[in-house]
């Protein structure tokens, strides 16, 4: 059995014990008043550097604290202000898609008005073939839009291309820089009958031939070629490109010219349509 020592301090004893000491102390203090004034003093000198220094590692923490929840709290605001910028840049991104858009708008709204005996309708190019340039593209308007084989495409300021596919929700277009694009066309203002010949190797540096001039026929650079009246094709009128240069060809009875397009065929997005039919039957 293990022995237990507080079981054997009677608490009378220890309380009398106690009560000493008080009274020996209280005695002390009263008859040593001197003495216990030095100890006093010295204590009260050696524990005022140390509370000192207590209070300026109290200051030094709090404010510790005090800029750990300003830091908190600007991670709170810098984190706010991340998803304000994010949601501002969407905006941005928005408008600017709009803006593009409007733009777009008003490019095919401009060019409708060059052309107002046409009936015409808007539509959106969403592919094309592998070639750098828009020779081959394809719309997103088919049949069930009302579309047709043969049905004349513009661009920028004048004639793009000619509907040769037609499906129920897209058609294909052959652009007039296409190799296999010939167009009847004829040269202002002195209506010299012409043909405009698709050449992807011309395009590439910048323009194409147009053939069949007539040697006589007054024709000047900065001359506008369009759509001729007798074209089985295409509607009259349309702007192809401007002179640029013109060379006699070696048989002596024409000449050639070469025209600067009035499309970009490096990038095209939007296109009009001539829902006006020129024929009945393509071939």
Known sequence: M???KRKDINPKYLLLTLTIICILFFIMSFVARDQV???KNFTNKLMAPLQQGINEIGLWTDSKIENLNTIEELNQENAELKEQIEAYQTDIAMYQNQLAELETLQELYALDELYPDYNKTAANVFAKDSSSWFSVFYIDKGTEDG???GANVMCGDGLAGIIVECYDEYSKVRAVIDDSSKISAKILPSNALCTVEGNLNQYQEGCL???NIDKDAKVNIGDKVVTSNI???YHSGLTIGYVSD????SNNLTKTAY???TVDFTN????LIITDEKFSIYN
Request: net charge negative; no cysteine.
């Open 268 to 271: 095209i997005e939007t296109v």
């Open 37 to 39: 004034a030095a100890i």
């Open 259 to 261: 025209i600067t397009l």
């Open 147 to 149: 579309m047709f084989v």
């Open 209 to 211: 031939a147009v053939t």
């Open 246 to 249: 013109i060379s006699y060809d």
């Open 231 to 233: 074209s089985d094709r």
């Open 2 to 4: 293990k022995f237990d």
